[in-house]
C-alpha cells in the first residue's frame, strides 16, 4: 500500500494550508490554555471528508499533546493525571461498545453550558476535584470525545478550575488531552478506518504542530497567572458561545 504526504482528498494548497494551521494552533493552545485543538478541527472540516474529521483530527492532536506533555513534563499534575486515566479507559471503551449517535445539538448544548459555569459560575465543591469527581469528568468527556472530538474545552475548564498556575493548566491539560486521544487509534481502526491513507500527513501535521507548541510556550514565560487567566476565559466563552450557536442551528431553533 503506498503511502503518500498529501491524501487524494486534500489538494497540496489545502494540505499545505492546514500544516500552517496545525503550527498556528498548538502555538495558540500554547499560549492561551485551550482553543487550539476547536479551530483546527473546524478548519479540517471544511475540507476532510467527514467519516476522516474525528480520527484524523484525534491522532494530530494525540502527537501535539504529547509534545506540549513532553516540553511541560516538569508542571504536569501527576496527581490529576492518575486519576483521570482510569476515566479514560471507562469512557472510552463504553463508547466503543455502544458506538451511538449523540444527537448533535444534545452534546453541543450541555458542553458550552458546563463550560460557561466552571469560566464564570460558583466554583465547584472541593469534592468535585478529588479522585471521584476527576475520574467521572474523565469518564464522560472520554466517551464523548469519540463522537464529536470537542471536549477539550469542557476538560480545560475542569483542570483550570484545579489550577491558577499557567503552566500547571497547560501541562496537566495536555497529559490529559493525550489520554484521552490515545484510544481513538484503537477504536477507529478497529472499526476500519484506513489511517495508512492519512499517516505521512498526520505526522508532518504534528511535526508542524510541534514548532508551534514550542514558540507559543516561550509566549507563555512573558505572562502572568492572572493575564493568562482572563485570556483562558474570554477563549472558552468564545469556544462556549460558538457551540450554543451550532447546538440552536443543529435542533432547528433558528428557524
Do not use: E
Not at 11 to 38: C, D, E, K, N
Not at 39 to 50: D, G, K, N, Q, R
Not at 77 to 95: E, H, K, M, N, S
Not at 179 to 191: D, R, T
Amino acid at each position: 500500500m503506498d503511502l503518500i504526504l498529501f491524501p487524494d482528498a486534500l489538494s497540496p494548497t489545502v494540505a499545505i494550508f492546514l500544516l500552517l494551521a496545525s503550527a498556528a494552533t498548538s502555538m495558540l493552545t500554547a499560549i492561551l490554555g485551550v482553543g487550539g485543538g476547536v479551530l483546527l478541527l473546524v478548519l479540517m472540516a471544511t475540507w476532510i471528508p467527514p467519516a476522516a474529521i474525528i480520527p484524523v483530527h484525534g491522532m494530530i492532536q494525540l502527537g501535539s499533546n504529547t509534545g506540549r506533555a513532553t516540553l511541560t513534563r516538569h508542571h504536569i499534575d501527576w496527581r490529576v493525571i492518575v486519576t483521570f486515566a482510569p476515566g479514560v479507559i471507562v469512557g472510552a471503551g463504553l463508547g466503543a461498545w455502544l458506538l451511538v449517535d449523540l444527537p448533535a445539538h444534545l452534546w453541543q448544548l450541555s458542553i458550552a453550558l458546563f463550560v460557561l459555569y466552571l469560566c464564570w459560575g460558583p466554583t465547584l465543591p472541593k469534592a468535585s476535584f478529588g479522585p471521584v469527581g476527576i475520574f467521572v469528568a474523565s469518564a464522560i468527556t472520554s466517551f464523548i470525545s469519540l463522537f464529536v472530538g470537542a471536549t477539550g474545552p469542557l476538560v480545560a475548564a475542569f483542570i483550570k478550575q484545579i489550577h491558577q498556575d499557567r503552566f500547571r493548566t497547560v501541562a496537566t491539560f495536555a497529559a490529559a488531552m493525550t489520554l484521552q486521544h490515545a484510544p481513538k487509534a484503537l477504536v477507529f481502526g478497529f472499526a476500519g478506518f484506513m489511517f495508512s491513507d492519512w499517516l505521512l500527513f498526520i505526522l508532518a501535521m504534528i511535526t508542524c504542530g510541534f514548532a508551534g507548541t514550542w514558540f507559543g510556550l516561550h509566549v507563555l514565560k512573558s505572562m502572568t497567572n492572572r493575564w493568562f487567566g482572563k485570556a483562558f476565559n474570554v477563549v472558552l466563552t468564545m469556544l462556549a458561545l460558538r457551540l450554543l450557536w451550532q447546538a440552536a442551528a443543529s435542533a432547528g431553533w433558528m428557524g
